[in-house]
């Protein structure tokens, strides 16, 4: 069965820091998706993409954080400068059809800003 | 902006009996509703929807209802499983969009006892 990945796994970085977050979401979807979870916390939406553009995205997605599609498979999330409130679980997701609302997760990525 | 609120942070439940887990949300614009499940480690897995012209969806074991002048969903599964055992997460999505952007509640972990 066709399923979301993610690397890495875990991503451990000094304050200050460029991270990426990688992803590889179904082949076939449209609409890709970052969400984050701090712990305890709430799955929170990020921001959404479809046709190589940004097409909604919240008021944590500030001018810290970007995304892109670089090749067609990879579906990335890069924080600029990490501050140690951005530590916390990234999930990416993805769908064919945002109207259908069913978007498939992929496992995460636990980034932990020291 | 606690728009969808799942207020039990867990709940236990014997083998074979039912599990209901309850979602209230806020925002009336809401017009489609999810369960997921996540399990340690992994990201959340699509359980079941309801879309808000419905008061009741059937899926095997996992029956959701909707009560909109209430405000509030549940999630009932009927018989319980030791391997329903996981993190459920009410979330939803509201008109206009067409970004499938979702709103979670903060999760109910369900612990099924043999």
């Known amino acids: 069965e066709p399923e979301v990945t993610q690397t890495p796994s875990h991503q451990v970085t000094q304050m200050g820091q460029e991270v990426i977050l990688r992803c590889v979401p179904i082949s076939n979807h449209l609409y890709f998706y970052w969400y984050r979870q701090i712990l305890g916390q709430k799955v929170e939406f990020l921001v959404s993409f479809y046709n190589n553009e940004i097409s909604e995205k919240s008021e944590i997605f500030d001018d810290q954080f970007s995304v892109e599609r670089p090749d067609g498979s990879n579906f990335t999330l890069k924080i600029r400068s990490t501050k140690l409130e951005d530590s916390a679980m990234y999930f990416c997701?993805?769908?064919?059809?945002?109207?259908?609302?069913?978007?498939?997760f992929g496992p995460g990525t636990r980034l932990t800003v020291t | 902006d606690q728009q969808v609120k799942q207020n039990s942070p867990s709940l236990s439940v014997q083998e074979g009996r039912i599990s209901i887990l309850n979602c209230d949300y806020t925002?009336?614009?809401?017009?489609?509703f999810l369960w997921y499940k996540k399990y340690p480690a992994e990201g959340p897995t699509f359980l079941i929807s309801?879309?808000?012209?419905?008061d009741k969806n059937e899926d095997g074991r996992f029956t959701v209802f909707l009560n909109k002048s209430a405000k509030h969903l549940s999630l009932h599964i009927v018989p319980s499983q030791p391997g329903d055992s996981a993190v459920y997460f009410c979330?939803?999505?509201?008109?206009?969009?067409?970004?499938?952007?979702?709103?979670f509640g903060q999760g109910t972990t369900l612990q099924v006892k043999p």
């Open positions: 309801i879309s808000s012209i419905k």
């Open positions: 997701a993805s769908t064919y059809d945002p109207y259908s609302y069913e978007q498939y």
């Open positions: 925002n009336s614009m809401f017009d489609y």
């Open positions: 979330a939803a999505s509201k008109k206009p969009s067409n970004t499938g952007k979702l709103i």
